[in-house]
């Protein structure tokens, strides 16, 4: 307006000091916090890659090949039997590898459903080739049989009902894509989304009959060759693996590390 001045009134001012003393800015500098030691990693385990923007299945693991460490139990479909000592190597292995380069698993694990139409125009309108299976990751995923979660839980496991339907005769994972909806994140999808590029190992508790564990174990088995043959990876790329052995044993092989199991009394 005219005549209206434009320097800010005198009792206004951007100094943030006081008769020349600076006021502390409250969490302005961080503490250095020590990462902690390198993970120790015996003769028989590779040593982690560093990802690249144009890496192709670098993640390295124990369980590939799946008869370096572990025994085969069948082949039709493809199982394979792993002891509890091999399976904590396995985890601790998986853990200090090195994540991808986030262009070449997202949008993929946001969701990507071929009728969702807000999805797609959000994340895909510049890069089509967002919906494919990335080939640069190999995961580990533990599923335990009956899928009580509340006892004898291996940290990170998750139930079947996660990645398979509820109808016993179906043996291909469940479509976990939303059809409908929008979000960035979708974190209820991603367990079911790293399954597919997962070696996945098959284990119950003390009161879980041997048969429903193969049970399991062999529709898992038999969705992983549907979802290859679906997704341009070699047959049996990804393998499924049953704990052999009582569940005890896996706290007598890991005695040092209380975070990998989780009990509570029923």
């Not at 997704?231 to 990804?238: A, E, I, L, S, V």
């Amino acid at each position: 307006m005219p005549g209206r001045s434009t320097t800010p009134p005198p009792h206004l001012t951007l100094n943030t000091s006081t008769r020349g003393t600076p006021i502390a800015v409250p969490n302005k500098h961080i503490p250095v916090c020590s990462p902690g030691p390198v993970p120790f990693r015996g003769p028989e385990t590779p040593p982690a890659s560093p990802p690249n923007k144009d890496s192709v299945n670098e993640t390295s693991s124990i369980t590939y090949p799946p008869t370096k460490y572990c025994t085969e139990y069948s082949d039709d479909p493809s199982l394979y039997t792993i002891n509890a000592q091999r399976m904590a190597q396995a985890l601790e292995h998986m853990a200090t590898q090195p994540l991808p380069n986030p262009e070449q698993v997202f949008p993929w694990l946001h969701g990507l459903h071929a009728d969702n139409q807000i999805q797609l125009a959000f994340f895909t309108n510049r890069r089509k080739s967002g919906r494919r299976v990335p080939k640069c990751i190999r995961s580990l995923t533990v599923v335990k049989t009956g899928g009580d979660l509340s006892r004898s839980k291996l940290k990170g496991a998750i139930a079947p009902e996660e990645l398979l339907p509820s109808t016993p005769e179906s043996n291909t994972f469940i479509e976990c894509d939303p059809k409908d909806g929008f979000s960035v994140r979708n974190f209820q999808i991603q367990a079911c989304k790293l399954a597919m590029v997962s070696d996945i190992i098959v284990y119950g508790d003390e009161k879980t009959s041997p048969s429903e564990t193969i049970a399991l174990a062999r529709r898992l088995s038999k969705a992983q060759r549907q979802s290859e043959a679906k997704n341009g990876f070699p047959r049996c790329f990804f393998n499924t693996f049953m704990l052999s052995g009582e569940f005890r044993l896996v706290q007598l092989a890991s005695p040092s590390k209380p975070s990998l199991t989780k009990h509570r009394s029923v």
